[in-house]
Nanobody
């Protein structure tokens, strides 16, 4: 499966942005999907994950209550709605897909994800 992340941009503190992760090839509904991010000089970190059926989600503490992950399997797309953005959210955001035997499983370790998109830059100015 090939993933394409989009929707990044430059905005001010407190703003909102919605990232999209679209797949080509196999249907994205066969995979659990996660968003990760990597800021300059820092390691890549987990942001949010969603199960195949979209019913189970999981968030890093740093984004809980501000970010929402969702999916539309009919459109082969996963979204990351980001609200109340802060300068510390500045990073390249990546989406990734993991083979998930269960419809309800989700993952937060990067090593569990097999497929990665190319990343989209999000910059939040103060």
């Amino acid at each position: 499966v090939q993933l394409q992340a989009s929707g990044g941009g430059l905005l001010q503190t407190g703003g909102s942005l919605r990232l999209s992760c679209a797949s080509s090839g196999r249907t994205l509904g066969s995979y659990a999907v996660g968003w990760f991010r990597q800021a300059p000089g820092k390691e890549r970190e987990f942001v949010a994950g969603v199960s195949r059926n979209g019913f189970n989600t999981y968030y890093a503490d740093s984004v809980k209550g501000r970010f929402t992950i969702s999916r539309d399997n009919a459109k082969n797309t996963v979204y990351l709605q980001m609200d109340s953005l802060k300068p510390e959210d500045t990073a390249v955001y990546y989406c990734a897909a993991a083979t998930a035997p269960s419809y309800s499983s989700f993952y937060y370790r990067s090593r569990e994800y097999e497929y990665w998109g190319q990343g989209t830059q999000v910059t939040v100015s103060s």
